[in-house]
């Protein structure tokens, strides 16, 4: 037997997982002294993670500890099955190292099941599009070798823009100086960022003003994009619809045969780039 995990970071919909039958690993925010663990947009309300946010509420967020990772990978290690975690990327978190922490001994326990992680270098839908397709992939009958081997084969075939609003919560997060935060806030600079090649975040350009990001992101699909006509564009927003949507018309007046499908960004991944934050994730000729 074989079982395929992935994590919410992934930020796929609630929606998709009863036909995916993939194990779930939620990774946990707190806010207002509280702590969630996303459900995939189920029941997650939106609207009032980013209103207390906007009204000064700081959220954190948190690796799972290996007792979690343990209890819920301890049954399928006991019955010897194959198991492979698509994940995002370790550049983001420490939580793999908990996650090592939990399987050492369940390797030694259980030494017929076998264990690995694919780790797909991206966040977001940046990760989800990977976990969707492998997961497709797998279900018309391939084995978890065969998917490992797509993985590798197209990790580097996805890119993810975005652009975030305020500046503050990239400097919160260790992603840029205060002093850069101050400046590129007194003067309307918003960084356009991607993930590169290593998993981890990078400043690809800087723009002034929101309409110049989007344009940006929208000219970033026209240059990269590959086989549009096959593959969805994925817009997200952290309550930003104005702003997605304008970036999702942008790319199909480059793109008429594009299909845009359009998603919240989760309270997980908004922690840290904050409300007003739009982002675009496609099928593209290199990272």
Same mark, same amino acid.
């Given at each position: ?89 370790? $550049?983001?978190?420490? &939580? ?6 939990? !399987?050492?001994?369940?390797? /030694? *326990? +259980? %030494? ?99 309409? $110049?990001?989007?344009? &940006? ?6 240059? !990269?994009?590959?086989?549009? /006509? *096959? +593959? %969805? ?55």
């Amino acid at each position: 037997m074989s079982k395929i995990f992935f994590d919410t970071d992934c930020e796929l919909w609630y929606t998709m997982l009863p036909e995916m039958d993939c194990e779930l690993f939620r990774m946990p925010y707190t806010i207002n002294g509280e702590e969630y663990f996303y459900d995939m947009g189920e029941q997650t309300d939106f609207e009032a993670f980013y209103k207390a946010v906007r009204a000064g509420a700081m959220p954190i967020t948190s690796a799972l500890n290996a007792q979690i990772y343990t209890e819920i990978l301890e049954p399928y290690f006991k019955a010897g099955e194959d198991m492979l975690y698509i994940s995002f990327s370790s $550049k983001m978190s420490g &939580t793999f190292n908990h996650l090592e922490v939990a !399987l050492k001994p369940l390797r /030694e *326990k +259980y %030494p017929a099941a076998r264990f690995r992680r694919f780790d797909t270098k991206q966040i977001c839908w940046g990760a989800g599009v990977q976990v969707y397709n492998a997961v497709k992939y797998y279900h018309e009958g391939h084995s978890l070798d065969e998917v490992y081997a797509y993985l590798e084969e197209n990790v580097d075939r996805y890119a993810e823009y975005f652009a975030v609003d305020d500046l503050f919560h990239l400097k919160r997060g260790g992603r840029i100086s205060a002093a850069a935060a101050a400046f590129g806030t007194l003067f309307s600079v918003k960084p356009i960022l991607h993930v590169n090649e290593g998993g981890e975040l990078q400043v690809a350009q800087k723009v002034n003003g929101a309409n $110049k990001a989007v344009s &940006t992101l929208a000219e970033k699909v026209k240059e !990269l994009a590959s086989e549009i /006509e *096959k +593959y %969805p564009v994925y817009v997200v927003d952290a309550d930003n619809k104005e702003g997605g949507d304008k970036l999702a018309a942008k790319i199909c007046a480059f793109f008429p045969q594009a299909k845009i499908e359009r998603y919240p960004i989760g309270p997980v991944i908004g922690t840290h780039c904050g409300p007003g934050t739009i982002g675009v994730i496609f099928r593209s000729v290199k990272r």
